[in-house]
C-alpha cells in the first residue's frame, strides 16, 4: 500500500510539472530582453525592462496611442488603442548608438513568432482614421496595455510592440508581437 502511494505522488508531480511548464508559456512575457545582433546568431545581451520598467520611465512617459491596420484577412480598417514607452526611448536606453541601426526583429518565444522589418519602416508609420484620410504620424511602443480605440485597455497578450503604417491598405497588425520576448538590433 506504501509503494502505490508514493507511486501515486510521484505522478501527480510529474503532471504538476507539466502543467506549470504549459501554464507559463501561455501567460503574458514579463520583460522584453534586447539585444544587438542576430537571434540564431551571434548577439549581446544588452538588458531588459518588465513591465512596470516600462511604464515607469522618467525619459519616455508611457501614454495612450491609436494604431490602424488592415486586419489580417485585408477586409477592413481597425483601430487599436496602445499604452506604453516609446519603442525608439527604451532601445536608445539599451543601446546608445540606435542611429546605426537599420533592422529590427522581434521575438515572441510562447508562439516562435519571429518578424524582422526596417527601423525606418516602424519609425516613420502613421495613423488613418479611414481611406482618403491623410495619415497622421504615431511613434512606435512597446505596449503593456491595449485594446479597441475608446475602449478598456488591458494587459492581456502584452507586451506588444505597435507602430502606425506606412499606407493606408497596409496589414501591419500581424506585425504587433503579442507576448514579445526580445528585441534584436542589427
Known amino acids: 500500500m506504501k509503494k502505490k502511494g508514493i507511486k501515486a505522488m510521484g ?45 515607469a520611465m522618467p525619459f519616455s512617459s508611457p501614454s495612450v496611442k491609436r494604431y490602424s491596420s488592415y486586419d489580417c484577412n485585408n ?50 508609420g502613421m495613423y488613418f482614421s479611414d481611406e482618403g484620410a491623410t495619415g497622421v504620424a504615431v511613434t512606435p511602443i512597446i505596449a503593456t496595455k491595449y485594446g479597441d480605440a475608446g475602449g478598456t485597455l488591458s494587459s492581456r497578450g502584452c507586451l506588444r510592440n505597435f507602430y502606425g503604417q506606412q499606407t493606408y491598405d497596409e496589414d501591419v497588425m500581424q506585425n504587433w508581437t503579442k507576448n514579445l520576448d526580445a528585441i534584436y538590433m542589427r
Do not use: C, H
Not at 81 to 100: K, Q
Not at 116 to 123: A, E, I, Q, R
Open 75 to 124: 477586409t477592413e480598417l481597425i483601430s487599436r488603442d496602445a499604452y506604453g514607452p516609446d519603442l525608439e526611448d527604451v532601445l536608445r536606453d539599451a543601446y546608445g548608438d540606435f542611429d546605426s541601426i537599420t533592422y529590427l526583429e522581434f521575438y515572441a518565444n510562447a508562439d516562435g513568432w519571429d518578424k524582422t522589418v526596417t527601423k525606418s519602416s516602424v519609425l516613420n
Open 11 to 55: 505522478i501527480l508531480l510529474v503532471v504538476a510539472l507539466i502543467v506549470g511548464m504549459i501554464g507559463t508559456a501561455a501567460f503574458a512575457s514579463t520583460a522584453v530582453y534586447v539585444y544587438t545582433g542576430y537571434r540564431n546568431g551571434a548577439n549581446t545581451y544588452l538588458g531588459s525592462y518588465t513591465a512596470d520598467q516600462l511604464n
